[in-house]
């Protein structure tokens, strides 16, 4: 968002294995990729994230687990997500470079 710094704020119970995460200066976009990530995960009985007010810039996740630590496998998830996003731009990088190498192909073609 913005080119603010996304901050981390956790809520955690006596149970490690339920929290509460509070992302600053995030919204449904990471918060829908968390999620859908976290669901994937068969470490997961629960995860839930809402934006409380379009005009604040903050995001809460809700996550419980079957015994690991939250932290632990919120972590994991924005690794995945990292991994993910890393391959995403990485192909659509090379596609642009094929676009362009056929682009200057065919103007030279023309001429």
Request: charged fraction near 20%; glycine fraction near 8%.
């Amino acid at each position: 968002m913005s080119g603010e710094s996304a901050t981390l704020q956790v809520e955690a119970t006596g149970d490690q294995s339920s929290a509460t995460f509070t992302l600053h200066n995030e919204d449904h976009t990471i918060g829908n990729t968390l999620r859908y990530v976290l669901n994937r995960s068969p470490e997961v009985s629960f995860v839930g994230y809402s934006v409380p007010h379009p005009s604040e810039p903050i995001m809460n996740i809700r996550l419980q687990t079957l015994g690991s630590p939250a932290t632990k496998v919120l972590h994991g998830a924005l690794g995945t997500v990292y991994d993910m996003s890393k391959h995403i731009l990485s192909t659509f990088e090379s596609s642009v470079e094929t676009f362009r190498q056929r682009q200057e192909g065919e103007d030279k073609m023309e001429s």
